[in-house]
């Protein structure tokens, strides 16, 4: 938890001296969060080229606001919140457009196949394809609670909703996400 308050405060005093036009901070800031922004929009937009677009929207946003920035949340919540609204544009302006489906099984693998390998590659496309049946809403929590490790107030700030519809969600993909494994591997299901 210290080391999280330690890179916060460092984080906020990078945006003290981007508002004062100080582009080495803005440098070092762009060395501290460009991997979780870019990460954060290329698992909810499935595209290299999009998320960033996402991080450099999203490091200019920060760069032209970073006096407005308050400190009634942490840094990286105000962060991933400006890129959870870059990603929101970019997926309206997609509904217009065809979308290209992703085949988890059109990947050959010539290498040797020792059978857990494939087991585990077969857990990870069916829970791949899972994902994939999740909502937007209910993907950005997803991804938010397990791969950013956010509790929920912070994914409540960056979804802009309340907590309790945060946990909801997060009950509704529990369920969600059981009756998706379950109906593609019945028999695992036995095993409970």
């Known amino acids: 938890m210290q080391k999280t308050e330690a890179i916060g405060t460092a984080a906020a005093v990078l945006l003290k001296g ?19 922004v870019y990460s ?12 960033a677009d996402v991080l450099n929207e999203v490091m200019l946003e920060v760069w032209r606001s970073a006096s407005r920035f308050e400190g009634r949340s942490q840094v990286s ?10 990603v929101i544009d970019i997926l309206r302006r997609r509904k217009d457009q065809p979308q290209e489906e992703f085949d988890p099984d059109s990947i050959v693998d010539d290498g040797p196949a020792a059978v857990d390998v494939i087991a585990s ?7 791949r394809r899972c994902l994939d049946e999740l909502s937007d809403a209910h993907r ?22 309340p907590v ?8 509704h ?5 059981k009756d998706c494994l379950t109906r593609l591997n019945p028999r695992a299901a036995l095993s409970d």
Do not use: S
């Open 164 to 171: 309790g519809t945060v946990k909801t969600r997060m009950f």
């Open 40 to 51: 954060f929009a290329l698992k909810r937009l499935r595209d290299p080229a999009d998320a």
């Open 121 to 127: 590659m077969q857990d990870a496309a069916q829970l």
């Open 173 to 177: 993909v529990r369920r969600l996400m």
């Open 77 to 86: 919540t105000w962060v991933l919140g400006i890129a959870h609204h870059k």
């Open 18 to 36: 981007m508002a004062a036009g100080d582009e080495a901070a803005l440098r070092e800031f762009y060395q501290a969060f460009h991997g979780r």
């Open 140 to 161: 950005l929590v997803v991804h938010l609670a397990f791969f950013e490790d956010l509790a929920y107030e912070e994914i409540a700030r960056i979804a802009d909703c």
